[in-house]
């Protein structure tokens, strides 16, 4: 075993629902994206402790076309496989999830590189999420997911079942069998099948995915079942140890190395303040062996999540740091950058148009869940700062554009440039509160027409202060320091799944399609 460390979390900021892969000596870790475009992102490792964000998955709308998906809806758990010489990635595109029902169609792509292209997608099935496909030793394929049942009275997560995919026809086939309904925890989802020593192991999440969240592991001899639950349940869960570090832990995944040792990566949320996890669920490793009688256990003892843990008898192979500023000099968006529930099109994104600048053309409001013209990465440390400068010359109140700090569509705060009758161009703060609109300053300020304007913000725990300058001016402070922590999946009484973004955005509500240019952004951490 190798006396290197690794740090948890290994995947910071909003990295949720961990599926992690092996093919020969490189690991892949997929996560959720929900509403965020592209869909899935996968990160690369050689050694399990140093990751580099990789590629996504899902980058043509005919994969994924999240127009009018649900905040929080889209890409739910994906699974990501390897078998002989293939890639194989299931994933969900949920389309409605507030009520007695879910709406839920199952997907797989293919392909033979994991930078792609991938394959174009095939419907599985809709009778549940968290979907994911195991290669048998013999060649045959399954397909598990969670059980959905609106009944009234009903155990809504009624269980996982089974159902074979025959790769030839490229379509589930035979009967669905249920094979487990979970324990006293309940909320059974986030199923995963593996083979060891002619034992099928089954590993669920339980608990919901917030603070009670856990890693549950059962075992049967047939692939059918019936499954026996492990002795030492649950394998993981933060539940009822609030003074840990890693809270949330549930929704796990196994790898086997190839140095034969055996690592699970599962999602985790750090508080920022009291139970606020702002950075949103993040991805953890723990080391994990199989004991005498065939049980998996972690490494360390217990079923706590630890913070760091004894890395693979593997060589370490780190990645450099990226850039922490992009001066947008090239002709396509950098892997670090996302946008809301559509491709990045020439419609309204370009980086040829001007060389050297983003530019942005404005289209629907931060209320709108099918055309927001906003790109955006995500906050990975708990303080941290961005900046960017922008041009842009607003003839009406209906048009804007500047740096904001988003959630989702009913919370985010918005440093933005717009036009005021008496006014001109000038400056001030909008900020979502649970869906509830305000104007943060008594009065925005005036800005010179035709200069270029920075604008940046400082992220300190549950504080953003927002700074602008005109030209060659000196940072001045706007606003007070504002309380984020309700830019979490902790804040509103329905519950969310995605992490703060920052990033730069235009509104043109006017349908005139006034456009703003970026000259960079950057964003730096001072304190993971």
Known sequence: MSTTLIHNPILRGFHPDPSICRAGEDYYIATSTFEWFPGVRIHHSRDLVNWRPLTYALTRKSQLNMEGDPDSGGVWAPCLTY???????????????????????????????????WSEPVYLNSSGFDPS???????????????????????????????????????????????????????????????????????????????????????????????????????????????????????????HTHTDEWYMVHLCGRPVKDHYCNLGRETAIQRCVFTEDGWLALAGGGNAPALTVPGPDIPEHPFSAPAPRDDFDVPQLDVRWSTLRVPAEEAWLSLQERPGYLRLRGRESMSSMHRQSLVALRQQAFSCSAETAIEFEPQHFQQMA???????????????????????????????RDGVYEDNLTADVPLPPGASVALKVVIDREFAQFYYRAGESDWEKIGGALEIYHLSDDFPAYIRFTGTFIGMCVQDLSGTLRAADFDYFEYREFEV
């Open 83 to 117: 078998d002989d010489g293939l890639f194989y990635l299931i994933y969900t595109d949920v389309k409605s999830r507030q009520g007695a029902f879910k709406d839920t169609p199952n997907y797989l792509v293919t392909a033979g590189n994991i930078e792609g292209p």
């Open 133 to 255: 496909l195991f290669h048998d030793d013999d060649g045959r394929k399954w397909l598990v997911n969670m059980l959905w049942d609106h009944r009234t009275g009903n155990n809504s997560f009624a269980g996982i079942v089974l159902q074979e995919y025959s790769a030839t026809e490229q379509r589930l086939t035979g009967p669905v069998i249920p094979i487990y309904k979970g324990t006293e925890l309940k909320l059974t989802e986030g199923p995963h099948l593996y083979r060891k020593d002619g034992w099928y192991y089954l590993i669920t999440a339980e608990g919901g995915t917030q603070y009670n969240h856990a890693v549950t592991v059962a075992r049967s001899k047939q692939i059918e079942g019936p499954y026996e639950t492990a002795p030492n349940h649950p394998l993981l869960t933060s539940a009822g140890n609030r003074e840990l570090e890693l809270q949330k832990a549930g929704h796990a995944s196994l790898v």
């Open 402 to 432: 500047g740096l904001i700090v988003y959630y989702d569509t009913k919370d985010y705060l918005y440093l933005r440039i717009t036009h005021d009758e008496t006014l001109g161009k000038c400056v001030g703060i909008i900020r979502s």
